[in-house]
Nanobody, 124 residues
Framework: QVQLVESGGGLVQTGGSLRLSCAAS????????MGWFRQAPGKERDFVTS????????YYAESVKGRFTISMDNAKNTAYLQMNSLKPEDTAVYYC?????????????????WGQGTQVTVSS
């Protein structure tokens, strides 16, 4: 059974930082592209970033470029999202996801597995 478990969310002030973790089990971690998405209340689930299997190329949404960094540790089967210079508009539930596709994809429907999400709230 595949499980993705996010942690590290919380409440932070504008300009602060958080690091989210996504621990994976039940899959061969190095064979999957890992991604992070976020969903604010009343909005669609939006792509944030993804990293190629085994920690290769990274791809970021324009809104987070230069502030967020995705990484992965294959030995720990864990992906990370370092979020710096946080803004109130970053407030959302953050989800990690795994995709077996080779190519970069920003579409939620092209990710095979999802975590339960972790809340990030940035106060002004």
């Amino acid at each position: 059974q595949v499980q993705l478990v996010e942690s590290g969310g919380g409440l932070v002030q504008t300009g602060g930082s958080l690091r989210l973790s996504c621990a994976a089990s039940g899959l061969t971690f190095s064979r999957y592209r890992m991604g992070w998405f976020r969903q604010a209340p009343g909005k669609e689930r939006d792509f944030v970033t993804s990293i190629e299997r085994s920690g290769g190329s990274r791809y970021y949404a324009e809104s987070v470029k230069g502030r967020f960094t995705i990484s992965m540790d294959n030995a720990k089967n864990t992906a990370y999202l370092q979020m710096n210079s946080l803004k109130p508009e970053d407030t959302a539930v953050y989800y990690c996801a795994a995709s077996a596709r080779w190519s970069v994809t920003t579409r939620p429907g092209e990710y095979d597995y999802w975590g339960q999400g972790t809340q990030v709230t940035v106060s002004s």
